[in-house]
């Protein structure tokens, strides 16, 4: 199964960084989509608002180690090494900056310490549903999710169909055969991945670095 953008090696793994721009016309900066926790296919899931600025904006989304047809990674899940495979991935894709990430939820996080480490690739921050530090400083995550996630994660398969029949991104028809069952085994496959889990549990610990 072909990813639909590019697979580039970052550490120990291979990323995948979707990008579409309407050449000349484009409208810079660039907008970059970072998923939150549990966004299992990235690239579609955006779909049904990057096809609204497709034809105006350059539309990059880059899918972290354990999401959409990105690999997982023996790398710690720390805000530092989050931010770093962001950049090496758009880097290694030939995307240059400025940019203005688009954030959901858990990758807020990451937005606003992108803004902080370097003020100068980042013009702005589009939030959608987009978390900040102090939500996950007080946040208490229940104790029963690891029993809840390992029971999910042996039903993937049936979630992961029922959840892509129901997405936006289906359900309006903005993805075609292909791309709808390429969106199925990719959900079965990253549902509650190790590095997605990985990034819950590093979450404190990151919201704490990343002050506002």
């Known amino acids: 199964m072909n990813a639909p953008g590019k697979m580039v090696k970052v550490n120990d793994t291979y990323m995948h960084v979707f990008s579409i721009s309407p050449s000349d016309t484009a409208i810079h900066p660039t907008i970059v989509f970072l998923s939150g926790s549990g966004t299992e296919c990235p690239t579609y899931d955006f779909k049904?608002?990057?096809?609204?600025?497709?034809d105006r904006f350059h539309i990059v989304v880059v899918e972290r180690p354990g999401y959409g047809w990105s690999g997982q990674?023996?790398?710690?899940?720390?805000?530092?090494?989050?931010?770093?495979?962001?950049?090496?991935?758009?880097?290694?894709?030939?995307?240059?900056?400025?940019f203005i990430p688009a954030a959901h939820s858990l990758s807020g996080l990451e937005a606003i310490y992108w803004a902080q480490k370097y003020p100068d690739?980042?013009?702005?921050?589009?939030?959608?549903?987009?978390?900040v530090p102090q939500v996950y400083r007080i946040m208490e995550i229940p104790k029963y999710f690891p029993l809840l996630a390992r029971f999910g994660h042996?039903?993937?398969?049936p979630l992961a169909?029922?959840?892509?029949?129901?997405?936006?991104a289906v359900k309006n028809n903005l993805l075609d055969k292909t791309e709808r069952e390429a969106m199925e085994v990719i959900t079965s496959r990253q549902l509650l991945s190790k590095n997605m889990m990985d990034e819950i549990d590093y979450?404190?610990?990151?919201?704490?670095?990343?002050r506002v």
Request: aromatic share 4%; hydrophobic share 45%.
């Open 48 to 54: 049904p608002l990057w096809h609204l600025l497709k």
């Open 203 to 210: 979450v404190k610990e990151n919201a704490v670095k990343v």
């Open 121 to 131: 690739e980042v013009y702005a921050i589009l939030g959608l549903d987009m978390a």
């Open 73 to 98: 990674t023996s790398h710690p899940r720390d805000i530092d090494t989050i931010l770093a495979e962001t950049r090496e991935s758009l880097k290694q894709a030939d995307i240059a900056g400025p």
């Open 161 to 168: 169909a029922a959840m892509v029949k129901n997405h936006p």
């Open 154 to 157: 042996l039903l993937r398969r």
